[in-house]
């Protein structure tokens, strides 16, 4: 931060600037001017009265919310379609990488509609929303009366959780004080835990309730089991749903309201969040609004936005507002950091999926070689996979704050240990060696989608967080999309698919070392 900057962020904040809390020095994740510098100073105005608030009850319960759905949807419905893949192939009789497809269609619709939906209607009804599509649409494909309903019912379903992950990142970071983003990454520990519920629920009720498949006829009242799994993990999202839409409150985000031009909205956030965690807030209005006297002495400030009724109609029909878009590559260092996280997650992306979508039937055919491909075993050694990742969040979040690592160093190191123990998993001569390749790859995959989750959000500004989330994952489910289709084609008794994600994980391990800035120790604007 300039000392020019300094002057004028102290010049209006008053009274805030002695009561930071002293653990944190807070500095901008920017190093340089990159964002409209209006916007910056009283996004830094609003960082430092969270900061002072600090941690406490608001936060502590919006944590509990998170529990409630947000970091356990993307990855507990992205293996619910491997879980079910073999029962719902031999009963159908069907190419299973469609219904992958499907999948990721809507992935890709939900990830750039409700990214961009949170920046122009704001957050809570994202927020809220993308869980009650995934509940209710997830509970009617499990009567699917044929294999095309359920492809379509997974596409809508999906359309949920494509939005959950650009939404709840946003929620979460505009909420804690900077000395705690940190969290964001540890919060993938959700993950793990999605992954392991969902294996928890499938293992008795597939490998119980499942048609030994070919040469055996597999008709659907021998092979419910894929159907109870549906019923079972579409009606915890409702009610989840129900819990926190009706027991739980949550206050629209102060920086998005900032954004919006609705200060008098946002410093009341402010103080509402402050009385809720038993302490006070000095921010007023005016404190918000004074920075708006920049715009005078800076000649290249971007435009101010339109937030009038015309304006948040265009901006409602445009997918891609360029009012949102234009600012993430306002300069040649934000656009080329910008650039470097849509290849990154356009590339795992692609990865991910092509490895995760089929591990279930990867582990299958290579455990029939070795002579124990019941359903039974498949499941079992699924969970194990999914304990395995647990801890990878925690691990994650203390290396994303080591000064010689930071979130680019643990994000490329991990990355790249991902694609060499998958490569390595081919080399499995025993069902033991081939576990244990896999455990390792759960290990430090659970780092990286901890990293990477958390890093994006953080290297984009408030006003514009939605839409730079949405990107992103846009590119990583355009590329998830191209995963199935190469399963289609690719010969799926060979290892080759597992070669190729593997390959795709070193490459994108030794791009997340280009990445300009590290936001470890700054505060997000």
Not at 276 to 283: C, D, E
Not at 478 to 490: H, R, S
Not at 498 to 520: E, K, V, Y
Request: proline share 6%; charged share 15%; glycine share 10%.
């Amino acid at each position: 931060m300039s000392s020019e900057e300094g002057k004028i962020g102290s010049e209006k904040k008053g009274g805030l600037q002695g009561q930071r809390v002293s653990q944190a020095d807070v500095h901008d994740v920017y190093d340089e001017p990159t964002i409209d510098p209006v916007y910056q100073a009283k996004a830094r105005i609003l960082n430092d009265a969270l900061q002072d608030i600090g941690m406490g009850k608001y936060q502590a319960s919006f944590r509990l919310i998170q529990l409630l759905n947000p970091p356990i949807l993307p990855l507990l419905w992205g293996v619910v379609t491997g879980l079910i893949l073999t029962p719902v192939v031999y009963e159908f009789n069907v190419e299973g990488p469609y219904l992958k497809l499907a999948q990721n269609i809507g992935l890709l619709v939900g990830a750039a509609f409700w990214g961009v939906e949170s920046d122009v209607w704001g957050r809570r009804w994202a927020f809220n929303l993308t869980l009650l599509i995934t509940g209710v649409f997830a509970t009617a494909a499990g009567a699917s009366p044929n294999y095309i309903a359920l492809c379509s019912l997974a596409a809508v379903w999906s359309v949920g959780v494509g939005g959950n992950l650009p939404v709840d990142s946003a929620v979460f970071l505009e909420f804690v004080p900077a000395s705690h983003q940190y969290l964001l990454t540890v919060l993938s520990i959700w993950w793990a835990f999605g992954q392991l519920l969902g294996s928890l629920v499938a293992w008795p009720l597939i490998s119980d309730f499942s048609c030994p498949g070919p040469p055996a006829p597999c008709p659907a009242s021998s092979n419910q089991g894929w159907r109870y799994f549906l019923y079972a993990m579409g009606g915890l999202m409702l009610l989840l749903w129900i819990l926190r839409f009706f027991v739980f409150h949550l206050y629209e985000s102060p920086k998005y309201l900032m954004g919006r031009g609705k200060d008098e909205a946002a410093v009341e956030i402010i103080h509402k969040v402050a009385a809720y965690n038993g302490k006070t807030s000095s921010l007023t209005v005016e404190q918000l609004k004074g920075p708006e006297g920049l715009a005078r002495d800076s000649p290249e400030r971007v435009a101010v936005m339109d937030v009038s009724a015309m304006g948040a109609v265009r901006r409602k029909v445009a997918i891609f507002d360029s009012s949102h878009v234009k600012p993430l590559f306002a300069t040649r260092k934000l656009a080329y950091s910008t650039s470097l996280l849509i290849v990154l997650w356009a590339l795992i992306g692609l990865a991910f999926p092509l490895y995760n979508g089929f591990v279930t039937y990867y582990l299958q055919t290579r455990g029939a070689d070795f002579g124990d491909s019941s359903v039974y075993i498949t499941y079992r050694n699924q969970i194990i996979l999914s304990v395995i990742g647990v801890p990878g969040a925690l691990v994650a979040g203390y290396c994303v704050e080591l000064p010689l690592l930071g979130r680019r160093g643990t994000l490329s190191i991990f990355t790249i240990l991902t694609g060499v123990f998958i490569l390595a998993s081919t080399t499995a001569r025993t069902s033991g060696a081939l576990l244990g390749w896999n455990c390792a790859y759960s290990f430090t995959s659970n780092i990286m989608y901890g990293v990477l989750y958390a890093v994006s959000p953080e290297l984009f500004p408030t006003k514009d967080r939605g839409t730079g989330n949405a990107i992103v994952a846009s590119a990583n489910r355009v590329f998830g999309i191209m995963a199935p289709i190469i399963a289609l084609y690719a010969n799926l008794n060979t290892a080759v698919p597992i070669w190729i994600a593997g390959a795709i994980f070193l490459l994108a391990g030794l791009i997340a070392l280009l990445l300009p800035f590290d936001p470890r120790g700054k505060a997000s604007l």
